[in-house]
């Protein structure tokens, strides 16, 4: 894909963005009271599933500096001494690293010198960001979650790094899957990248991974889709994009003002929703507060 196509694609996907005065939503603006409400209905079995993968602390090919975890306490004096005693821990992380969970903020992406709706960039400094921070989704995201499965659409256990998902790979999965997505829900689509990681090892994700063609984001916009979560970071590499190597979330982030989640997990939702017959569940976000960062580590729970 040209450079000028995409630019063009990057216009007319946020040509219906701009807000009206108020906090920006973005694409949470299809997330109405209403639909929270009815995405409660998604709940039969009570059975929840984590979409998150552990806190990765190894070093390795995709997580050359990863998140650092020790106890600060007990002292070693204190193992068998008698009296009341804490065990206590320090994290210390990357959060837009190439291996964990996270979820990106508005103010993630910059082009051209602004952030999501002409936000300036200059609104980044060293004491955080001064706008569209995670802190504005500090009360959660909660709507209809729908897992849309593209290695099982092609069966195959996983996509190759380097291969892209396309808008016809998403409407295929869903009639296969039985599901439609629709106005405010969160996507989750699968390209198998943590089955692929614990099956055949970690490799460098920088220089290929399978992700969403750019094209695809016309799908979201189109069903006016709330929140986008992959398993991997939803971008592929190489990229397929001249010039450009992050175009999902360009056009995500940038243009839509969709929050993504990017290397999350589906190993044990995929099985549960194959189990239970649907691709649709209650799904709960909720980042941690952190008012002036560019995204949060993040745990979101599947309710079936």
């Known amino acids: ?165 396309t808008l016809e790979d998403l409407t295929a999965a869903e009639e296969a899957q039985g599901v439609r ?7 989750f689509v699968r390209v198998g990248h943590r089955l692929r990681r614990r099956e055949l090892g970690a490799w460098d994700v920088s220089a290929a991974r399978a992700g969403l063609h750019p094209t695809a984001m016309s799908f979201l916009a189109e069903r006016k889709v709330a929140v986008l979560g992959g398993d991997g970071n939803n971008d592929t590499a190489p990229s397929a994009v001249d010039g450009i190597d992050f175009p999902v979330h360009m056009l995500a982030i940038h243009a839509m003002g969709t929050y993504l989640m990017d290397w999350l997990q589906f190993e044990e939702l995929a099985p549960a929703c194959e189990d239970a017959g649907r691709w649709s569940f209650l799904c709960v976000i909720a980042p941690l507060r952190l008012p002036r960062a560019t995204g949060s580590p993040v745990n979101p729970i599947a309710v079936l």
């Open 1 to 165: 894909m040209s450079e000028t196509a995409f630019r063009a694609l990057h216009e007319r996907l946020g040509a219906d963005t701009r807000h009206a005065g108020g906090p920006p939503r973005g694409s949470l603006r299809h997330l109405t009271p209403e639909r929270v409400m009815s995405a409660v209905a998604e709940v039969r079995s009570g059975h929840t599933v984590s979409l998150a993968a552990p806190i990765e602390t190894r070093p390795g090919p995709d997580s050359p500096e990863p998140a650092r975890h020790r106890l600060t306490g007990p002292a070693p004096a204190d193992l068998d001494a008698p009296g009341l005693h804490f065990a206590r821990d320090r994290l210390a992380m990357d959060i837009h690293g190439d291996v964990d969970s996270h979820l990106d903020a508005l103010c993630h992406v910059i082009v051209d010198g602004a952030l999501y709706d002409g936000v300036s960039a200059h609104s980044l400094t060293p004491d955080g960001a001064g706008a569209l921070s995670v802190d504005l989704v500090h009360n959660g995201i909660v709507g209809r979650g729908v897992l849309l499965d593209v290695p099982r659409l092609r069966a195959v256990p996983w996509l190759e790094p380097g291969d892209h998902v």
């Open 181 to 187: 997505v629709g106005p405010g829900d969160l996507l």
